[in-house]
C-alpha cells in the first residue's frame, strides 16, 4: 500500500527511536501532525512557542546522544525556529527541522506568508531542502538525517502544504546507515606529542566536553603528568566529581586557582575543548591539542602540535608513550589554592555569614537590605538535588552560580547555551529533558530576565504534567549585563526589571509556587520545592548587587568598577 510523505516521515523517525517531536501545529504541518497522531510511539508535545520547541529538541538530542525533531509551520512558524536551532547547532547536536511551506504552486510568488525557507536557514543548517516531489522521498529525508548525525548539527527539510499528504509511487524503505568511525593519529604525531610533554615540567590539562567519553583515560593522563585539570564548563559533567585533579572553570565564571594553573605550567594539553577566551590562554608555553574536529586546532591559541581525533582512542595511543612525572609540586599548589578558594565560597554561601564580622562588613557594601545571596541558594540546590539530577541553567549569573557551587557528582548531567549564549534557554531545555527522562530530577537554573521571555511555555509544562523544579534566581535585573557596564565603568542602565511575583504567576497556571523573601527560610523552601510533587517554580529573590568575581580580575575592571558605583550614587547618574 502506498504511504503519504507524511507517513514516510513519522514511519522513518520511528524507526530511528525518535519519541517526540516539538512544535506548534499549523496549516502546512497538518498532514504531518495526523501522522504522528496515528503513530504509537512518537508524541507530539505541543509548545507555546516555538523557540521552545528547538531548545527542547536540542536538549533531547544533548542529554541522549540520538535525533531531536521539532517542526514549525509555514512562515512565522519556521522563523520562530531560529534561535534555538543556533542553540543546537553551536552545542553539534544532531537536529531534525521539518518546516511548512506554502503550497508549490504559489512558491516565489509572494504568497501569504512565504519565506525561502532554504535561504533562512542558510547559515545554521548542515543540510536543507526543499521536497518539490513525492518521489524525492525518503531519499532526502535519509540525506537531511545523515548529515545532521554524522555532521552533529541541523539538518532543514521543508515540505509544502500540498505535498505532505500525497502518495509516493515508489514506497522502498528508508536506509539511514549512521555508524560513524573511530579515529586517532598516526605514531609519528603521537611521538611528538608524546616528547614535549616529557620535556615540560609543569603539564596542565584544559579538558573540555568533547573529552566526556574518555575519563578513564583523561585522569591516567593526569595521574601521569602530576598535571592539574582546568575544566571548561561543558566538561564538569564527567568530570566534576570525584578527581582529585581538577580545579574547576577558567574564564569569568572561573577561580583563581584554575588561572594560576594554566599561567604557571610550561605546556598545555587540550583535551576535547574549543575554549573560546583568547584572553584566558597562558602564554609562552607549549601547546598539544587533541580534537575529533581538525579545523578546532590551533583556532583558540597557537599550537605545537595538533593531534586529529577521538580524544579516547588518542590518548590510548598515547598514555605508553608518556613518562611518568614524580614531582607533585605543580599538581598540589593548584589544589591547594582550589581548595582554599572553595572553603571562601562555602563561608559566603553560608546563611550565617551575614551575621559574623566579615559577612556584616560585605553586606555594609554591596547586601545592605540583607537579602538572600545567590550562592546560598545555588549551594542549597546542590544540597538538596538528586545525584542523578539533569541540570539545566540559563546564561548569564544563573550559570555562574551552577559553575561555582552545583558538583556533578553521581550521574548528574548538565546542559545550557553555552555555546550560543543565548537567554531564555534553561526552561525550554527542562521541558525536553523532563518528557526524555521522566523518573529523573530535572533542576532548570533560571535567570528572571530568561524565564519570563519565554514564559508562555510554562503552559506547556502544566499541560504535560512535567515535574521539573524551576529555580528562580530574581535579582530583578539583567544580571550578567549590569555586571559588564559596572566592570567598563559605565552605570548601569536599562538592566532593571519590573517583574510580577513568578510563584504567583505560576500558581495561576497550575503549578506549585513558592516564593522566599527571607534568608532564614531558604534552606526549607529549596527542600520543600524538591518534596513536592509534579512541577514547580521556586521564586527567590536574590541580592541584585553581587558580584562574581572572576578568577583573574585586573586593574582595570576593579577600577571600572568603582567609577560606575560612584555614577549610580550621583543624581541622576551624571558623568
Given at each position: 500500500m502506498a504511504r503519504t510523505v507524511a507517513h514516510v516521515i513519522v514511519d522513518a523517525l520511528e524507526e530511528l527511536g525518535v519519541q517526540h517531536v516539538f512544535g506548534v501545529v499549523g496549516d502546512a504541518?497538518?498532514?504531518?501532525?495526523?501522522?504522528?497522531?496515528?503513530?504509537?510511539?512518537?508524541?507530539?508535545?505541543?509548545?507555546?512557542?516555538?523557540?521552545?520547541?528547538?531548545?527542547?529538541?536540542?536538549?533531547?538530542?544533548?542529554?541522549?546522544?540520538?535525533?531531536?525533531?521539532c517542526m514549525g509551520t509555514v512562515g512565522p512558524g519556521s522563523v520562530h525556529l531560529l534561535n534555538g536551532l543556533y542553540d543546537a547547532a553551536k552545542s553539534h547536536a544532531p537536529v531534525l527541522a521539518i518546516c511548512g511551506q506554502v503550497p508549490l504552486s504559489e512558491v516565489g510568488s509572494d504568497y501569504f506568508q512565504e519565506v525561502d525557507n532554504d535561504l533562512l536557514f542558510r547559515d545554521v543548517a548542515v543540510y536543507r531542502a526543499t521536497v518539490t516531489s513525492p518521489d524525492q522521498m525518503p531519499r532526502l529525508l535519509e540525506s537531511a538525517v545523515r548529515a545532521a548525525v554524522t555532521q552533529g548539527g541541523v539538518a532543514v527539510l521543508t515540505v509544502p502544504a500540498d505535498l505532505g499528504d500525497r502518495e509516493l509511487t515508489d514506497d522502498r524503505p528508508t536506509r539511514f546507515a549512521l555508524d560513524r568511525a573511530v579515529t586517532r593519529p598516526e605514531d609519528p604525531a603521537l611521538v611528538r606529542a608524546a616528547a614535549l610533554l616529557n620535556e615540560a615540567s609543569r603539564v596542565t590539562l584544559l579538558v573540555g566536553q568533547g573529552a566526556r567519553g574518555a575519563r578513564t583515560?583523561?585522569?591516567?593522563?593526569?595521574?601521569?603528568?602530576?598535571?592539574?585539570?582546568?575544566?571548561?564548563?561543558?566538561?564538569?559533567?564527567?568530570?566534576?566529581?570525584?578527581?582529585?585533579?581538577?580545579?574547576?572553570?577558567?574564564?569569568?565564571?572561573?577561580?583563581?586557582?584554575?588561572?594560576?594553573?594554566?599561567?604557571?605550567?610550561d605546556a598545555l594539553l587540550m583535551l576535547g575543548t574549543d575554549f573560546p577566551y583568547r584572553e584566558w590562554y597562558p602564554q609562552d608555553v607549549k601547546v598539544v591539542q587533541i580534537d575529533a574536529r581538525e579545523d578546532h586546532l590551533g583556532r583558540r591559541t597557537p599550537v605545537d602540535v595538533g593531534l586529529a581525533g577521538d580524544v579516547g582512542a588518542t590518548l590510548r595511543a598515547l598514555l605508553p608513550l608518556l613518562e611518568d612525572v614524580p614531582d607533585r609540586g605543580h599538581l598540589d599548589d593548584a589544589r591547594k589554592r582550589f581548595a582554599e578558594w572553595q572553603e571562601g565560597q562555602r563561608r559566603l554561601a553560608d546563611p550565617a555569614h551575614e551575621h559574623r564580622l566579615t559577612g556584616k562588613l560585605r553586606a555594609a557594601l554591596d547586601n545592605r537590605d540583607h537579602e538572600i545571596r545567590p550562592e546560598a541558594l545555588a549551594a542549597a540546590v546542590d544540597a538538596h538535588a538528586a545525584?542523578?539530577?539533569?541540570?539545566?541553567?540559563?546564561?548569564?549569573?544563573?550559570t555562574?552560580?551552577?559553575?561555582r557551587f552545583v558538583t556533578m557528582r553521581g550521574d548528574r548531567r548538565l546542559i545550557g547555551s553555552y555555546n550560543l549564549g543565548s537567554m531564555a534557554n534553561a526552561m525550554p531545555q527542562a521541558l525536553g529533558a523532563q518528557l526524555w527522562a521522566p523518573d529523573r530530577q530535572i533542576v532548570a537554573f533560571?535567570?528572571?530576565?530568561?524565564?519570563?521571555?519565554?514564559?508562555?511555555?510554562?503552559?506547556?509544562?502544566?499541560?504535560?504534567?512535567?515535574?521539573?523544579?524551576?529555580?528562580?534566581?530574581?535579582n530583578r535585573r539583567l544580571g550578567m549585563v549590569k555586571l559588564e557596564q559596572e566592570q567598563m565603568g559605565l552605570p548601569e542602565f536599562g538592566t532593571e526589571l519590573d517583574n510580577p511575583d513568578f510563584a504567583a504567576v505560576a500558581t495561576a497556571l497550575g503549578l506549585t509556587g513558592i516564593r522566599v523573601t527571607d534568608p532564614d527560610d531558604l534552606d526549607d523552601a529549596v527542600r520543600r520545592a524538591f518534596d513536592t510533587p509534579g512541577p514547580v517554580l521556586l521564586d527567590v529573590l536574590t541580592n541584585p548587587e553581587e558580584v562574581a568575581v572572576p578568577g583573574k580580575a585586573t586593574v582595570s575592571q576593579g577600577w571600572g568598577f568603582a567609577v560606575a558605583k560612584v555614577k549610580e550614587m550621583?543624581?541622576?547618574?551624571?558623568d
Open positions: 504541518l497538518n498532514p504531518l501532525t495526523d501522522a504522528i497522531r496515528t503513530s504509537d510511539d512518537i508524541s507530539w508535545v505541543g509548545c507555546r512557542h516555538e523557540e521552545a520547541a528547538a531548545f527542547a529538541a536540542g536538549a533531547q538530542s544533548q542529554l541522549s546522544g540520538t535525533l531531536g525533531v583515560e583523561v585522569l591516567r593522563a593526569a595521574e601521569l603528568l602530576s598535571a592539574p585539570m582546568v575544566l571548561t564548563l561543558k566538561a564538569k559533567e564527567g568530570f566534576d566529581g570525584d578527581n582529585p585533579y581538577q580545579v574547576g572553570q577558567t574564564g569569568l565564571i572561573g577561580n583563581p586557582a584554575a588561572a594560576h594553573a594554566l599561567d604557571s605550567g545525584d542523578d539530577a539533569v541540570f539545566t541553567s540559563d546564561t548569564g549569573m544563573a555562574v552560580w551552577l559553575s533560571c535567570g528572571d530576565g530568561g524565564l519570563s521571555m519565554l514564559l508562555g511555555d510554562l503552559m506547556t509544562i502544566k499541560t504535560y504534567r512535567l515535574p521539573v523544579k524551576l529555580v528562580v534566581f530574581d550621583l543624581p541622576g547618574n551624571a
